[in-house]
Every structure is written in structure tokens, then in C-alpha cells.
């Protein structure tokens, strides 16, 4: 079964590094997202992009975030200058359009900030 | 703004019925969602159901929606020590292209 997937699976990083999240969405889906999930805390959404733009953010997206889709297949998540708010479980999710009303989740990557 | 609250922790028994309660606070969600977490996988959709049904049932899921009262719940029947996991309650206003909005959600802890 065409799976989600990210890597890597965990990132310690020093604050003020640069960090970037990688995920393969699943080949035929269109949509793109980014939700992360502080521990204890609900998922929260981050990010959309569609046909290589964003396509909606949230507030918590800011300057500091990017995303890119360099290739026909990764798609990646950029904090430029990482705080140690930033920790969290970042997943990335595709969706493929049409005649679905799923979001297929990748396994998450846990980024550490120290 | 939106908001679902769920609650944190459920106990039970194998061979029980485990009942996974939901609410939200946006009465323009459409579609309400279950997801189920295993340790270290990502988010896996168990089933969904639209705001203009009452009730959706899938082999041993049965997803009740009260929609005056804006509770969602998930039962599970027969429940297995496999089912152990967390389950997330989501909504969205739109099919795929809406962000979905989570609960924190409810660790399962099934007790052989």
C-alpha cells in the first residue's frame, strides 16, 4: 500500500541551526501539508501547498518557516533559525484530490532543540 | 475558534466495548474524522463520517454524531489488545483541501 514517508525519524538540533524536514508524499497526490505536535498538546496544522504554492498557513508559520517542493517527489519543511519552542513531532501529510476525503499521515519526524 | 476536546485516557478490557467521546465547537465542520496512532506511526484514518448522518458503522467501529450537541463518539466493540494506541478525534469544513482540526487525543489502554 503507497505510504507517506519523512525522514529522517529524529533530529537533535542546537538553537539557532538550521533544520529541514523531508517527506515523500505519496506519488499520485496533489496536496501537501505540514502539521506538528508539541508533546501533551493537540496537532496542529502549519501548512497546505498545492501546485507548488502555499496554499493556506496558519499563524504559527512564520517568517522562520518555508516549504519547498524541489522534486517531483520530496517535499520539505525549512526552519531557518530553530528555538527551543520549535520541539515538536512535525508530520507531513498528501492528499490526492479527488473522490477521497482522506489526509494519508507520514510516521512524523521528532525534532529535538537544545 | 475552532476547538475539539476529547478526553486524555481510557481503560478497558480485552473482549469489552471501548467508547471514544469527542466534542467540537465549530457548527460549520462537515466532516468529522477518527485517527488512530500506534507508537512510533504516523496518523492512520479509521473512518470519517459527514455532518448530515447520524451514525456510520464499519466492521467493529461504530461512529455515533450528535450534531445538536456537537459530540462525536467512536466505539469500539470486542476490543482487542492491537487496538491499544491513541485515537484522535479531527473536523473540517471541507473534504481535503481544509485543514483538519485535532482533539489532543485518548490513549486506549486495553487490559488483557
Known amino acids: ?114 | 475558534g475552532e476547538d475539539v476536546e476529547q478526553s486524555l485516557f481510557l481503560s478497558v478490557r480485552e473482549g469489552d466495548s471501548s467508547v471514544i467521546n469527542c466534542t467540537y465547537t465549530d457548527s460549520s465542520s462537515t466532516y468529522l474524522y477518527w485517527y488512530k496512532q500506534e507508537p512510533g506511526a504516523g496518523l492512520q484514518l479509521l473512518t470519517y463520517i459527514f455532518s448530515n448522518m447520524d451514525m456510520k458503522q464499519d466492521q467493529r467501529l461504530t461512529v455515533l454524531l450528535n450534531k445538536k450537541d456537537k459530540h462525536l463518539s467512536l466505539r469500539i466493540a470486542d476490543t482487542q489488545t492491537g487496538d491499544s494506541a491513541i485515537y484522535f478525534c479531527a473536523e473540517s469544513m471541507d473534504s481535503g483541501n481544509t485543514p483538519l482540526v485535532f482533539g489532543k487525543g485518548t490513549r486506549l489502554s486495553v487490559i488483557a
Not at chain 1, 14 to 43: A, D, T
Not at chain 1, 67 to 96: H, Q
Open chain 1, 1 to 114: 500500500e503507497p505510504e507517506v514517508t519523512q525522514t529522517p525519524s529524529h533530529q537533535v538540533t542546537q538553537m539557532g541551526q538550521e533544520v529541514i524536514l523531508r517527506c515523500v508524499p505519496i506519488s499520485n497526490h496533489l496536496y501537501f501539508y505540514w502539521y506538528r505536535q508539541i508533546l501533551g498538546q493537540k496537532v496542529e496544522f502549519l501548512v497546505s501547498f498545492y501546485n507548488n504554492e502555499i496554499s493556506e498557513k496558519s499563524e504559527i508559520f512564520d517568517d522562520q518557516f518555508s516549504v519547498e517542493r524541489p522534486d517531483g517527489s520530496n517535499f520539505t519543511l525549512k526552519i531557518r533559525s530553530t528555538k527551543l519552542e520549535d520541539s515538536a513531532m512535525y508530520f507531513c501529510a498528501s492528499w490526492v484530490v479527488r473522490d477521497s476525503y482522506e489526509q494519508y499521515f507520514g510516521p512524523g519526524t521528532r525534532l529535538t532543540v537544545t
